[in-house]
């Protein structure tokens, strides 16, 4: 078999797919999926949703973050800074009264006080859900409203 055979037959790993920056969330959609979750009564899932909207973190920076990044001594702050992973530049954002109830919802039912990290896994390897379980969980919100999961 010569070399342009086989290369004739192969296709590329990634045809079909959208690959690079995904489509931003309109506000109508922010807003069907934040009714969706509180109608589901997810404390974690609300919150996250919450803050990613507010902080427009990198989803490596908003699995990371801790209890102390947003809360002291119980109370949410009205702002936040994170540094980024990927750049080690600090993020500074704001935190909406929305989210702060939404984190305030979260905490009551974290354990050990709240002194860990804010989204929790499940193994003990990795205290915190991974980049794939909050990629999971984004496309799960976009299905719950009817939008095309690859594009966002």
């Excluded at 109508?28 to 934040?34: A, G, L």
């Excluded at 009264?97 to 860990?116: F, K, V, W, Y």
């Excluded at 929790?120 to 999961?149: C, D, F, M, N």
Aim: glycine content about 6%.
């Amino acid at each position: 078999m010569s070399e342009d055979t086989l290369y004739a037959r192969t296709q590329p790993w990634n045809k079909g797919l959208f690959i690079g920056q995904k489509k931003p969330l309109q506000p109508k959609h922010v807003w069907s999926i934040r009714v969706r979750l509180e109608l589901r009564k997810s404390p974690r899932d609300l919150a996250l949703f919450n803050l990613a909207i507010d902080s427009k973190l990198r989803a490596c920076d908003l699995v990371r973050l801790r209890v102390n990044d947003l809360c002291q001594a119980g109370k949410v702050h009205d702002r936040a800074t994170v540094i980024q992973q990927k750049t080690g530049k600090p993020v500074k954002f704001e935190v909406t009264e929305h989210t702060r109830l939404s984190i305030e919802r979260l905490l009551e039912q974290l354990p050990s006080g709240g002194s860990g990290y804010l989204f929790l896994g499940r193994s003990k390897q990795r205290p915190h859900i991974s980049t794939r379980q909050y990629s999971r969980i984004v496309h799960a919100w976009a299905e719950s409203i009817g939008l095309e999961t690859a594009m966002y």
